[in-house]
């Protein structure tokens, strides 16, 4: 019976100093955070060379994106090789403000998407992890996609794991800062090129990204 009285006591005092510290936490607000605005973004990112303007979406979609921050421009290689880079950055989520999952967004702007995979990006350091692959084809048009989940010291594919690491860090770190990551080659050639073109952009776009996106 004491033994009992005791595991409930200490669960009470767990959840009481929980509290105090979600709490203290929501009362302080997010950790500042020093990073660099998007549209500073480098033009050239290894053999890849910005191509025209950076895309500017409308109000109605900015509405619906909610994001602190965003980019998305055209890149080329000398060879020919084209991609579209797009990161969407949060500056806090706790205000029901989050990333925009192309699983979600693509489907509903008439984009079908197939032969969903991982692929593995290397960084020039030599760091990598896994970020998401599909085929993604919207009439005429065949694309590959891959894109990932990047902030706070992390690159990770899985959605459900962003956001359970978001609460984590929300409590720990007083940070729910992060964004979405997702390059788009135009299926001209075969998948191995296309998919070869977009990890290339990948993995030399994490060389600078945490300037932009905080670890």
Not at 133 to 139: E, F, K, W
Not at 190 to 206: F, G, K, Q, R, Y
């Amino acid at each position: 019976m004491m033994k009992g009285s005791v595991r409930f006591t200490l669960v009470l005092v767990v959840i009481f100093v929980a509290g105090i510290v979600v709490n203290s936490w929501t009362y302080l607000g997010e950790k500042p955070v020093v990073r660099k605005e998007l549209k500073d973004f480098p033009p050239e990112l290894g053999n890849w060379k910005q191509v025209g303007s950076d895309q500017i979406f409308d109000k109605d979609t900015l509405s619906v994106l909610r994001a602190s921050d965003y980019l998305m421009r055209d890149y080329r290689t000398a060879d020919g090789q084209v991609a579209n880079f797009y990161v969407g950055y949060y500056a806090t989520q706790r205000d029901g403000a989050t990333y925009h999952s192309p699983l979600n967004c693509l489907p509903g702007s008439g984009w079908t998407m197939s032969d969903p995979g991982q692929v593995t990006i290397t960084s020039p350091d030599g760091n990598t992890f896994a970020a998401n692959r599909y085929l993604i084809q919207n009439g005429d048009q065949k694309s590959l996609l891959i894109y990932w989940y990047q902030g706070r010291g992390r690159a990770i594919a899985s959605e459900y794991w962003g956001k359970v690491y978001t609460v984590l860090d929300s409590v720990r770190l007083r940070r729910s800062d992060g964004a979405m990551v997702r390059v788009i080659t135009p299926m001209d050639k075969s998948t191995p090129e296309a998919l070869h073109s977009a990890v290339d952009l990948a993995a030399n776009a994490t060389r600078v990204l945490p300037q932009f996106v905080p670890d």
